[in-house]
């Protein structure tokens, strides 16, 4: 059965430095998105991605973070100067259909744990 | 903006027994979807059950249920016959049919862990 992947699984990093998180999503799907998790809270979404540009992000996703398709497979978010409160799980998801053709549902990976020292 | 509630923190429920988990939301639209997704240890969050706001009748599946009552703006997930297996953070979570991207984030609640005692 087709699945997201994300590596790594786990990365610690010291404040400052820059991170970047990978996923593979499902290869016929056209939606991406990154949610992530602080520990013990909800999930926030933070940016979706279609058709190779942003179409909504939170105000989370402030000029610290981008994301790109680089390769036409995967879907990378890099946190370019990473801060304490930046640890977190984060999700990337993926989805195939347009509103109106289905449900939309999002297939979630494994999540990558960022831990920032 | 759309928000999602769930009021219970921590759930614990004996094998075989039926557990309720509590969702409610807030939203000035007319057609939405609503979701329950599960979390296992493992991580990995997988769709439990999905309910279109314009059907009236209920979805199911197989052990999982869910009571929509769209004037109340509730959610809630029926596990019946539960399982250890069953045990993991559930959420409930919203998101609208349509906006002009065509590509709307889903909105999640806090979650509720539950727990199933043998």
């Known amino acids: 059965e087709p699945e997201v992947t994300q590596t790594p699984s786990h990365q610690v990093t010291q404040m400052g430095q820059e991170v970047i998180l990978r996923c593979v999503p499902i290869?016929?799907?056209?939606?991406f998105y990154w949610y992530r998790q602080i520990l013990g809270q909800k999930v926030e979404f933070l940016v979706s991605?279609?058709?190779?540009?942003?179409s909504e992000k939170s105000e989370i996703f402030d000029d610290q973070f981008s994301v790109e398709r680089p390769d036409g497979s995967n879907f990378t978010l890099k946190i370019r100067s990473t801060k304490l409160e930046d640890s977190a799980m984060y999700f990337c998801?993926?989805?195939?259909?347009?509103w109106g053709m289905g449900t939309g549902e999002l297939f979630f990976g494994e999540g990558s744990r960022l831990t920032v020292l | 903006a759309q928000t999602v509630t769930q009021s219970q923190p921590e759930m614990s429920v004996q094998e075989a027994e039926t557990v309720t988990l509590s969702c409610t939301y807030d939203?000035?639209?007319?057609?939405?979807?609503l979701f329950w997704y599960k979390q296992p240890p493992s991580r990995q969050m997988i769709l439990v059950i999905r309910?279109?706001?314009?059907?009236?009748q209920n979805a199911t599946e197989n052990r999982f249920s869910v009571n929509f009552q769209k004037a109340a703006k509730s959610f809630s997930l029926k596990i019946s016959d539960s399982q250890l297996g069953d045990a993991a953070m559930y959420f409930c979570?919203?998101?609208?049919?349509?906006?002009?991207?065509?590509?709307?984030?889903?909105?999640f609640g806090k979650g509720t862990r539950l727990s199933v005692i043998a």
């Open positions: 309910q279109e706001a314009y059907k009236q």
């Open positions: 991605f279609y058709n190779n540009e942003i």
């Open positions: 939203t000035s639209e007319s057609d939405y979807y």
């Open positions: 979570a919203y998101r609208s049919v349509f906006r002009n991207s065509g590509n709307t984030p889903l909105v």
């Open positions: 290869s016929n799907h056209l939606y």
């Open positions: 998801a993926s989805s195939g259909k347009v």
